[in-house]
């Protein structure tokens, strides 16, 4: 089993990275992919860049390329629900997007409007949080939404993110998603709590990434070990 694990930046990827044994390091395109291993279970690393377009062309890259059998996206989020706070969890159950409707998605190639996630993962990532005792932060399974916005208002955060059952916006996960769905390859993503998507959003994203990023690679790592080598 080869799993794909992306973050969009580098701070998200740092301490997989740092903890994985490197067999090659492969450059396509401008982004760099690490090849090799984390507790016995081989994984292909790299950062895609924000934005839904860089995020759909380097999972293909993954799948395409490189051969992975799942795909996981791991990084930061911007909180939705009042009740997730910085540095929670998030464990995708779904994506779907915010700005592009759900309705005009389900009528387009291809024919999907909300994409699931990999229940053996998922499964997974909860048990990993559960081993994690010491922990500050809580953790949900959830759906994500997507969009190429960062929310920095909190009136656009309630016209585009109040109505929705996410937990946790993105830049990256929902085209992620459509592409392994293309390519019938299951995906997953686990996210932590970088901001509230909302008025503060900015100063609070500053202050948090690097905390939130090592969260969610911390759970990362003890999901791969959950999973079959």
Not at 27 to 33: K, P, S, V, Y
Request: glycine share 8%; net charge negative; charged share 20%.
């Amino acid at each position: 089993m080869r799993y794909g694990i992306i973050g969009a930046m580098p701070v998200e990827i740092e301490k997989i990275k740092n903890t994985m044994t490197i067999e090659r390091t492969t450059d396509h395109h401008g982004l760099t992919f690490y090849e090799g291993s984390v507790e016995g279970r081989q994984i292909v690393l790299t950062t895609c860049g924000v934005g839904k377009v860089n995020a759909a062309h380097t999972t293909l890259l993954l799948i395409d390329k490189f051969g992975v059998d799942k795909v996981i996206n791991v990084g930061v989020a911007g909180g939705i629900k009042p009740d997730i706070h910085v540095k929670d969890v998030v464990i995708g159950t779904s994506t779907t997007t915010f700005d592009v409707g759900p309705d005009i998605m389900g009528r387009y190639f291809p024919f999907c409007s909300n994409y699931q996630y990999d229940p053996e993962i998922i499964e997974a990532a909860k048990a990993a949080c559960e081993s994690i005792t010491d922990r500050s932060w809580k953790y949900v399974t959830a759906p994500t939404i997507t969009g190429d916005m960062f929310v920095t208002d909190s009136g656009l955060k309630a016209r585009f993110l109040g109505g929705t059952d996410a937990y946790c916006n993105d830049m990256e996960a929902q085209a992620m998603a459509q592409i392994a769905f293309i390519y019938k390859v299951p995906i997953a993503n686990i996210r932590s709590i970088s901001d509230n998507a909302d008025d503060e959003a900015t100063a609070t994203y500053k202050e948090n990434e690097a905390a939130a990023a090592e969260v969610a690679a911390t759970v990362l790592l003890e999901t791969l070990k959950r999973l079959p080598a």
